[in-house]
């Protein structure tokens, strides 16, 4: 019981980085390869300029402090926290900011957790949810008290952007050690991205998600919200922007009623899933070719690809792999079991001339591609129903093969018109040649998914 | 004495029966050594019974005292005297004891079985494990390695010979004759036919695109085992078969209906849908290819059975998760 405990306790501080647990969820593994990042970024970053940066680091530190928070949340029966994280006060009035994903046990299961604070001056006491937002990750919550100290948002960092390179300090209360600063570097946004988030090169630590990123003034940049697991000092902010977004929402109208929380997620996640997929199809596809096929990719920027083949292994394989695969890390946060909103395709052409018919089928079917085919990701039945799959045989036209068509679908149990999709297509033409083509779609409605199913699907063809 | 009249003792396990002529009017039968028929069975007494004719040639059986008694196969309550009816047998402590006349009708005679199950049953060995290399190769994606077909051969051909074996020496315990030819023929046959049944069903499930197929096919394997028991119970001996035919049916019927609900149980519990597990060259499709619209049309009915499956309680341990967490 003790062991559960402690485990559970973990969980939630490692899925405080979701970025990192997202691409650990990607069927391929494009995280065996060496990602591409620049190693001099650190490097410049940690220039030592000695005493003054140091003095500008106390000052922040002393400046911002007061208005730091250590959000905890609390499992109800036991009064004992679950999960930590960090906030700051944005308001006299006792408005604060911090991720939604350090107040989601609470927002989801109110009757199972509570939420309270931390000050640095020792006091405690309950939060109150105000507003959410799912696809930047950030929560409003209210501190009761007057004449609080807070802390104001960048303007520059609001209206703009902040010139890369610039000095930032990330702050909270990492593993319940205590209230840090981390000093780092502003290093932009991250680049073909649909969610923004500003990439932070400095250490931010569980138990830091939700405090605030400030420059050299103490001023607001943005919040902290994640990290990759697969680098080093790769960390990610919401830009200030949002988070101001959300606050003036969050004054101007009324709070959101604890009870109204899932509706109020599957309202958001319903219209980001129209932003996004809407926007997905806008951008268009182009074709890829693979031997004789055409393999459809979507033109838009956010995906990542990255290329396999089995071309080195020895002994040298029998049949030939060369695939791609792109995907998003869209991901969103939604539950320490649910993350919605990536999307996915990948292919794998395989082509053999010692094989003969039935062993190159047998060969295809045992590709990863494929044996995922009855799978949509990671299965949580808590959070997601079993899958129904449609299979047939489908030709689009007489110029394009005809397709052994797998279409798996599963729904939301919290959310009403959210579902996750895949559909697996295996061309059917030729006997020692196939193209594998799939795509996964996480937290979609169904109409949509029917539609960009259909659009990839009719996207495979013949080259001629 | 014109008539001929013969006595036949079966002792508890009916492994041998004596059979003596009798010549007298008169015998005793017990444990003792001045008995006429020495009975060596703990159950009877030292004097159990004595046989009696009449003038008229019939006979009777009297209880001496025995503690045990005599009795009627067949029949309830101990009896002091039992007049022998033909066909009657009387039990005596375990033993059974019957008298034969001369003029009794016996079973027409068997004809020696000319024809050895021997051909037969090699030509199908040989095509099991023929059938089990082409099975192999069929899944040959990688280097093929001599070593695995020979490996693979030997160890199926032993463990035809060891079922085939066991088979045998229940027809020897039961029968008499281990017969381990026909039970070779028999497993031969199961084996072979299962091997065929079980990748006919993987191509029809690919070329009708009927992957439901797969979710049932294995009952196939439990009827096969069922007919080649039941055929093996045959070779033993082809007496009471309805009655093995009705326990074999029984006992298959069970394991089918216990795998079902363990099936049905897991598939609750882990949710794996049901697709296709092995493709087949896309020259075996029969199935026609729908448009896309079709398809869709398909994919899009699906809906309506998740928005139902939404509300039904999650299966399995999450609850046990859920548990742990609060």
């Known amino acids: 019981m003790d062991r559960a405990i402690r485990r559970r306790l973990l969980v939630p501080l490692l899925c405080a980085f979701q970025i990192g647990i997202a691409s650990a969820q990607q069927e391929p593994a494009p995280r065996l390869q060496p990602q591409p990042q620049p190693p001099t970024q650190a490097a410049a970053a940690a220039t030592p300029a000695d005493a003054p940066v140091s003095a500008a680091a106390e000052r922040v530190y002393a400046q911002v402090r007061p208005s730091l928070l250590q959000i905890r949340t609390l499992v109800a029966a036991a009064g004992r926290q679950s999960s930590i994280g960090s906030g700051f006060l944005v308001g006299a009035d006792g408005l604060a900011v911090t991720n939604y994903h350090v107040v989601s046990q609470y927002a989801l299961e109110p009757k199972t957790y509570r939420l309270e604070f931390k000050r640095p001056d020792g006091g405690e006491g309950a939060l109150e949810l105000l507003a959410i937002d799912i696809a930047n990750d950030l929560a409003v919550v209210r501190v009761d008290g007057k004449d609080l100290p807070h802390l104001a948002f960048d303007p520059r960092a609001v209206d703009g952007e902040l010139p890369r390179g610039e000095r930032a300090y990330a702050m909270g209360n990492p593993l319940d050690l205590g209230f840090t600063i981390v000093e780092g570097t502003w290093n932009g946004l991250v680049e073909r991205s649909y969610n ?5 090169t400095g250490a931010i630590n569980p138990g830091m998600s939700g405090g605030p990123a400030v420059d050299t003034t103490g001023r607001v940049v943005g919040v902290n919200v994640a990290k990759r697991l697969d680098g080093e000092l790769v960390s990610f902010l919401v830009p200030a922007r949002k988070a101001a ?27 980001w899933q129209a932003g996004f997929y ?14 004789p096929y055409l393999a459809p990719e979507s033109e838009a920027p956010w995906f990542n690809c990255w290329a396999q083949t089995n071309a080195e292994k020895t002994p040298k394989p029998r049949a030939q792999i060369d695939g791609s695969t792109c995907s998003t890390s869209s991901a969103l946060f939604v539950a320490e079991d649910i993350q919605s909103g990536s999307a996915q395709f990948s292919h794998a052409y395989v082509r053999s001339s010692e094989l003969n018919a039935f062993q190159f089928a047998t060969f295809v079917s045992q590709l990863p591609i494929y044996r995922s085919a009855g799978t949509t990701g990671a299965w949580q039945r808590k959070r997601l129903t079993r899958p129904e799959c449609e299979e047939r045989f489908v030709a689009a036209s007489p110029t394009a093969p005809a397709l052994h068509a797998i279409w798996c679908a599963r729904a939301y149990r919290d959310f009403a018109d959210l579902y996750d999709v895949a559909l697996t297509l295996v061309t059917q033409d030729r006997d020692h040649e196939a193209l594998v083509s799939r795509l996964v779609v996480q937290g979609i409605a ?5 539609a960009l199913g259909r659009r990839f699907l009719e996207g495979v063809a013949w080259t001629k | 004495m014109d008539e001929v009249t013969w006595i036949e003792v079966l002792p508890r396990h009916r492994e041998h029966a004596l059979r003596q002529r009798v010549i007298t009017d008169s015998l005793t039968l017990g444990r003792a050594w001045d008995n006429d028929i020495v009975l060596d069975d703990p159950h009877v007494a ?7 004719r009449d003038e008229g040639g019939g006979w009777t059986a009297h209880d001496l005292g025995s503690v045990n008694g005599l009795h009627v196969e067949g029949e309830r309550g101990r009896r002091d005297r039992v007049v022998l009816a033909p066909h009657l047998t ?31 049953a090699l030509v199908l060995v040989a095509l099991v494990v023929l059938v089990a290399l082409l099975e192999l190769w069929r899944g040959e994606t990688g280097e093929p390695k001599f070593i695995r077909y020979v490996t693979g051969a030997l160890a199926l051909a032993t463990l035809l010979a060891l079922w085939t074996a066991a088979w045998a020496l229940v027809s020897r ?6 017969r381990f030819g026909a039970h070779l023929l028999v497993a031969a046959a199961g084996v072979l036919a299962y091997s065929l049944y079980d990748p006919l069903c993987e191509l029809i499930a690919f070329a009708l695109s009927w992957p439901r197929l797969e979710l049932y096919a294995w009952a196939g394997a439990w009827i096969a085992l069922a007919a080649t028991c039941f055929a093996h119970l045959r070779v033993v001996s082809s007496k009471r078969l309805r009655l093995k035919a009705v326990v074999v049916g029984a006992l298959a019927t069970l394991a089918i209906a216990t795998q079902a609900l363990t099936i049905a149980d897991r598939r609750a519990d882990w949710g794996q849908p049901i697709v296709l597990q092995r493709l087949a060259p896309p020259w075996l499709r029969l199935a026609p290819a729908r448009a896309p619209a079709a398809f869709f049309d398909g994919a899009a009915t699906l809906k309506a059975r998740l928005d139902a499956a939404r509300s039904e309680e999650p299966a399995g341990d999450d609850a046990a998760a859920m548990m742990m967490s609060d």
């Not at chain 1, 169904?446 to 029917?450: I, K, P, R, S």
């Open chain 2, 173 to 178: 315990l039961f029968a008499g004759h281990a």
């Open chain 1, 446 to 450: 169904y109409d949509n998914a029917l």
């Open chain 1, 196 to 200: 923004e988030r500003v990439h932070f």
């Open chain 1, 278 to 291: 809407g926007a997905l199809v806008a951008k268009g596809w182009r074709s890829t070719t693979f031997g």
């Open chain 2, 90 to 120: 009387l039990q005596v402590g375990h033993c059974l004891v019957r008298l034969h006349r001369g003029d009794e009708e016996v079973a027409a005679e068997v004809p020696l079985q000319r024809r050895s199950p021997w051909p037969a």
């Open chain 1, 245 to 271: 977004a959300l606050v003036e929402h969050a004054r101007s109208g009324p709070p959101i009623g604890i009870d109204a929380v899932r509706e109020e997620i599957d309202r958001q996640l319903l219209e």
């Open chain 2, 46 to 52: 030292a004097h159990h019974l004595r046989l009696e």
